[in-house]
């Protein structure tokens, strides 16, 4: 069987660790050469020699890709390592913040929605261009629950991950006509350091998500290839007809409320 992305060029934001590690990895060994981008260099650097000593093929580049300046230097990398062409963006790279409303600042605000939102738009912004002069590519955006299911103490994440749908929406009808599709993946509770440490602290917040809470909710915890997994179907041609949509990788968390 063919793998899903042979000779593609991927990009991954947040592609070092959690999630978008395993995304890294997958899109990897399912043939794509991958751009693992993350604003922990090291950490990046490390799961691009993992992939490569697997036998498959990545680098890694720094960048905030919340500051327009090191997305565009990141983009220039990026473009020349690929001889111009990209086939998919994971828009993965984001945060969380746990915190009773009337704490937070103007401040934390701002921080929310640059890593949150703004991300999503710089890097793209900075790679569609490559996408329509192929006139073919997928884009695939981490959204979450959160943005349809409002969770105490997270008003900000909640709100950046509600843009993060709608982002999605827009982008797919206006780049539909010209070969781009873009859809979200959107986990419940996972396990990765960003998801744990949510969980710690919603609940010293007295937030009921204990792992009881969790195995009732979801069943159990969403490991990081699930997510990644999910990613890797809505970048992939086996998701030609597939664009514009938010693909809940919750176990019925959702349905089940």
């Not at 640059?114 to 192929?134: C, Q």
């Amino acid at each position: 069987m063919a793998r899903r992305l042979e000779g593609w060029n991927a990009i991954v934001s947040g592609g070092a660790t959690g999630a978008g590690g395993a995304a890294s990895e997958i899109f990897a060994a399912e043939g794509a050469h991958v751009a693992v981008v993350d604003v922990n260099a090291s950490e990046a650097e490390s799961t691009a020699e993992r992939i490569r000593a697997a036998g498959h093929r990545a680098f890694a580049v720094e960048a905030d890709v919340s500051r327009s300046d090191q997305v565009a230097r990141a983009a220039d990398a990026v473009l020349a390592r690929f001889g111009g062409r990209v086939d998919t963006l994971y828009n993965h790279a984001g945060t969380v913040l746990v915190k009773d409303f009337l704490d937070t600042t103007e401040e934390e605000w701002d921080w929310m929605m640059a890593v949150n939102v703004k991300s999503m738009f710089l890097m793209t912004r900075a790679f569609v261009p490559a996408m329509l002069a192929a006139g073919k590519g997928s884009i695939v955006n981490t959204s979450s629950i959160s943005a349809v299911a409002g969770t105490e103490k997270e008003v900000l994440y909640c709100t950046s991950k509600g843009a993060c749908h709608m982002f999605t929406r827009a982008i797919a009808i206006e780049y539909r006509a010209r070969g781009l599709r873009c859809n979200a993946v959107c986990p419940g509770f996972i396990r990765t350091p960003h998801g744990l440490r949510e969980l710690r602290e919603l609940r010293a917040l007295g937030v009921e998500v204990s792992e009881d809470d969790v195995a009732r909710l979801q069943g159990r915890i969403c490991e990081p290839h699930e997510v990644a997994r999910a990613a890797l179907f809505l970048a992939s041609d086996e998701a030609s007809f597939v664009n514009g949509e938010t693909l809940f990788v919750d176990n019925a968390l959702l349905v089940g409320t």
